[in-house]
């Protein structure tokens, strides 16, 4: 009776291992990088990709959106996100010094706050940053894509001397010009 006891317990056990491995082999919202370089100024952001699953991401609260307006956003899942810049910037118009920060936003019906934080190494970016530790934060309007993305995307384009980092997922598309100082 006891050997059973102990088999069934080392089955429990060697399944719960299993699982464990399996969820950060797995991941449900993959760590991301996305890299870009532009006259000299090269861009790295680090985040985790959440998917939509048929959710409602963007909204109200009382429609259980989500990503609800008005509220702080990590900018993706999982730990808070980081980008890094090369060279001293403007970020939506507003001078940034190189180096790297926690970005994260304020989604709102027409407009995104996104914001740059000197607080790094934040796992689970769920609570919000200290804002006193703020470098910058800027209004960006929001663009209806045509396309439903499924998973959330932080992209770039260039745009003359102009980069465009742009946040979609959904059908909300935002976009922060930065440009070398």
Do not use: C, H
Not at 159 to 166: F, I, K, L, P
């Amino acid at each position: 009776m006891l050997k059973k006891i102990l088999i069934g317990v080392g089955l429990v056990i060697l399944a719960f291992i299993l699982y464990v491995i399996y969820l950060f082999a797995f991941p449900a919202s993959p760590r991301k990088e996305a890299t870009f370089s532009n006259n000299g100024l090269d861009i790295k952001i680090f985040y985790g990709q959440p998917s939509k699953k048929g959710r409602l991401i963007f909204g109200e609260e009382k429609d259980k959106a989500l990503q609800p307006y008005g509220k702080y956003w990590r900018l993706g899942a999982n730990a808070a996100s980081e980008i890094t810049f090369s060279k001293d910037i403007t970020f939506g118009g507003k001078a940034v010094k190189a180096g790297s920060y926690r970005m994260y936003a304020v989604p709102g019906a027409t407009s995104f706050q996104v914001g740059l934080n000197s607080e790094l190494g934040v796992f689970f970016g769920v609570n919000e940053p200290d804002y006193t530790l703020d470098v910058i934060k800027v209004d960006v309007p929001v663009s209806i894509n045509p396309v439903e993305v499924e998973k959330f995307v932080i992209g770039f384009s260039a745009d003359g001397t102009t980069t465009n980092m742009d946040l979609v997922w959904d059908k909300v598309a935002v976009r922060v010009p930065i440009t070398n100082q």
